[in-house]
């Protein structure tokens, strides 16, 4: 592609984002220019620049909406907002159903190795748990995210070995080993065994792709809240805990799967959760300074932590799980596209074996 195509690509969504914030509404093409904010499996997220003088505000997100059944447009505005009025997430600039303007953050991607570094597990924890703790922006109208997920995604998955011009010998391969992941055995162990969590509100996509470090600071702020919902706590947390294994390029669709003996010991789980605790019951607050965080943290029982592992362990586990139902959901109903979809769900399905093989021996 030649240098004027490449820039003529983005003329449709100049005209989105004229149209979004009103102080570029005169503004010219060529003094709007997009870059990727981040890579996401199946959205769209630009930041985007306007060069012209005296333009407030200068660069903004553009962000694709939702699109699939897990949620609609409308509830992903109404967490977007719950978040960033509780001071969890950028602010809503505007919104026209296809895309949001956010406030743009300067900031960089984390890295699946920062998530288990201070001072970054300790600030991912007590923004969890502050998350944790807010009241749900959307009615208790199902048991909880994992169960809405598996009604929604499991047929679909259990129809990959029906279709035969999709998919590459190697994608066959993987399709054939992450089968028994979909088998209804496992669906209702699942359900067993997350039956008994309470449920709170919980972000359900903490990727490293929604995580950003503020510049100059170890701060972090949580993206994206399209799939926010009731879930048990554990899963949030032992999704973070498992995303350590994905070793990601911000600026390219896939990724390396590392070695599961990377996954964070049970002290380094220990450490985050003693923050998470103290921020979920409100010890902590968002404008606690840090005499005040270790003070809170360190009133945080024993006994709280070692249950909470528990399920956080579990939660590791369900993660896995989760990403086998979401890759071979998309693997089957989305078009190729570069993000493997295949092998995402083989990398979740093999997590997901792995450490119920570990927890209980099977």
Not at 23 to 34: A, L, R, T, Y
Not at 206 to 234: C, H, R, T
Not at 264 to 280: E, M, V
Not at 312 to 319: L, P
Request: a negative charge; one cysteine or more.
């Amino acid at each position: 592609m030649s240098e004027a195509e490449d820039h003529t690509k983005y003329d449709p969504l100049r005209n989105t984002a004229r149209s979004l914030v009103s102080s570029w509404k005169d503004v010219g093409n060529d003094q709007i220019s997009f870059s990727y904010f981040a890579f996401g499996m199946s959205r769209q997220s630009y930041r985007v620049t306007c060069s012209a003088p005296d333009i407030r505000p200068h660069e903004i997100v553009l962000r694709s909406l939702a699109k699939h059944g897990m949620t609609s447009s409308e509830k992903e505005a109404i967490a977007f907002k719950a978040m960033s009025d509780a001071r969890l997430g950028p602010s809503l600039l505007a919104s026209n159903g296809e895309w949001r303007a956010e406030e743009y953050i300067p900031s960089r991607v984390m890295k699946c190795t920062e998530i288990n570094q201070e001072p970054y597990r300790r600030n991912l924890a007590i923004k969890l748990g502050l998350l944790h703790g807010l009241p749900c922006p959307h009615p208790k109208d199902n048991d909880g995210y994992i169960y809405r997920a598996m009604n929604s995604y499991l047929e679909q998955c259990r129809r990959a070995n029906t279709i035969t011009d999709k998919w590459t010998q190697d994608q066959k391969k993987m399709i054939e080993e992450t089968d028994a992941v979909f088998s209804t055995e496992e669906q209702e162990f699942v359900s067993k065994i997350i039956a008994p969590f309470p449920l709170v509100t919980s972000h359900n996509d903490v990727w490293v792709g929604n995580i950003l470090i503020k510049n100059d600071s170890s701060d972090v702020v949580f993206l994206d809240y399209e799939v926010i919902d009731y879930n048990f706590a554990g899963y949030d947390i032992g999704k973070l805990m498992l995303e350590v294994l994905y070793e990601r390029d911000p600026k390219k669709p896939m990724y390396n799967f590392l070695p599961f003996d990377l996954l964070p010991s049970d002290d380094d789980i220990r450490a985050f959760i003693r923050y998470y605790l103290a921020a979920r019951d409100g010890s902590i607050t968002i404008d606690s300074d840090d005499a005040q965080i270790e003070e809170a943290a360190t009133r945080i029982q024993s006994a709280s932590i070692e249950t909470l592992l528990k399920e956080v362990k579990i939660g590791i586990m369900v993660a896995g799980y989760y990403s086998a139902l979401l890759g071979q959901a998309c693997a089957v109903g989305l078009p190729p596209s570069d993000f493997d979809f295949v092998k995402f769900a083989h990398d979740g399905g093999r997590a997901y074996f792995y450490i119920k093989k570990q927890l209980y021996h099977q």
